[in-house]
Nanobody, 125 residues
């Protein structure tokens, strides 16, 4: 089992940027497909972006495509989410998650088995 710790959330004005980081401990990080999810109050936990174990394949939700960029550094056991042109509707708790599924990037949260504690992102309009 891998332990995941997110950092980098905060309060930002609309149009601004934030970079989230997720550090992994335990497990074999380079073998995991990684995802960033978010959950706003009263809403489902939805995938924002995902990246394959090799970094060759990425997935983005339509609402963030062109604004967010996911990346990973296997040497540092870390995955990142660069968020630009932030909008008020991006406000949510953001979670990092891992899965042992290695074919593509699964979009559903039930396919991920390790989760971080979450970091709050608040975008003021």
């Amino acid at each position: 089992q891998v332990q995941l710790v997110e950092s980098g959330g905060g309060l930002v004005q609309a149009g601004g940027s934030l970079r989230l980081s997720c550090a992994a401990n335990g497990g074999t990080f380079r073998s995991f497909t990684m995802g960033w999810f978010r959950q706003a109050p009263g809403k489902e936990r939805d995938i924002v972006a995902g990246i394959s174990w090799s970094g060759d394949t990425t997935y983005y939700a339509g609402s963030v495509k062109g604004r967010f960029t996911i990346s990973r550094d296997n040497a540092k056991n870390s995955v990142y989410l660069q968020m630009d042109s932030l909008k008020h509707e991006d406000t949510a708790v953001y979670y990092c998650a891992s899965t042992g599924i290695r074919f593509g990037v699964p979009p559903g949260h039930r396919e991920y088995d390790s989760w971080g504690q979450g970091t709050q992102v608040t975008v003021s309009s």
